[in-house]
């Protein structure tokens, strides 16, 4: 097992100094209408449609000097406001299955090795959260708006919160928090709609206190109404 995550990280390892820019197109810059409100851009808030999502991802996580590359399938009830998340290598070994509230984690199991650093789970959880669950855009949120650009913020726990919307549609492009106790940035690519569902490509999470990044490629999505 170790000469298998070993062989793993090492492959991450050369992947990112192969490459030091982001693997995802930057979206192009349209111009924003003047009269959009608050409401219809928090409406295109992509994972608080009312359906349960099925997702299949592969991503690379860094962490604390390790760089783990990772498929995982992800289930995100959104009337539940939980994400289960298992996440795996190419050759089918787990190394995790986490189930994300909006405010605690449940460790359904974690490998040995990773157990190792502390707080790999909830760093994981945490970036599951933030990109799924919340923070959201919300209609009561304060607008401004840009020739290029419409963000909505707001204040909230101690933080301020800014969600920029831009390109056609305009899409949610980014989510920004500052704080005392967090600094990090969200940014999503590439929307394509497949399946009946707008969602990004890819997905960055830059955290800059805890010193991770989390990048996601979303190969599927596929949503239910009811759930099954």
Excluded at 151 to 165: A, K, M, P, Q
């Amino acid at each position: 097992m170790k000469r298998i995550l070993g062989t793993l990280l090492l492959a991450a390892v050369l992947l990112v100094s192969g490459c030091a820019r982001l693997p995802f197109a930057v979206t192009e810059s349209v111009p924003i209408p003047a009269d959009l409100t608050a409401a219809e851009l928090s409406a295109r808030t992509w994972t608080a449609v009312p359906q349960t999502l099925r997702m299949r991802q592969s991503g690379l996580f860094e962490f604390r000097g390790r760089k783990v590359p990772l498929v995982g399938f992800m289930v995100l009830d959104n009337a539940a406001a939980t994400a289960r998340l298992v996440g795996m290598n190419d050759l089918g070994v787990k190394f995790f299955d986490l189930e994300v509230g909006e405010k605690g984690v449940r460790e359904h199991f974690v490998l040995p090795e990773l157990a190792k650093y502390p707080g790999f789970a909830e760093a994981v959880a945490t970036s599951v959260r933030r990109i799924f669950l919340t923070p959201r855009p919300a209609r009561e949120d304060g607008l401004e708006i840009d020739p290029q650009e419409a963000r909505l913020v707001r204040r909230e726990d101690g933080r301020n919160l800014t969600f920029v919307f831009g390109g056609n549609g305009p899409e949610w492009l980014e989510t920004r928090a500052a704080g005392e106790k967090e600094e990090w940035r969200l940014r999503f690519f590439q929307y394509r709609c497949d399946n009946g569902l707008t969602y990004p490509a890819g997905i960055v999470l830059d955290d800059e206190k805890a010193g991770y990044r989390l990048i996601l490629w979303l190969e599927s999505v596929k949503g239910s109404e009811d759930g099954n």
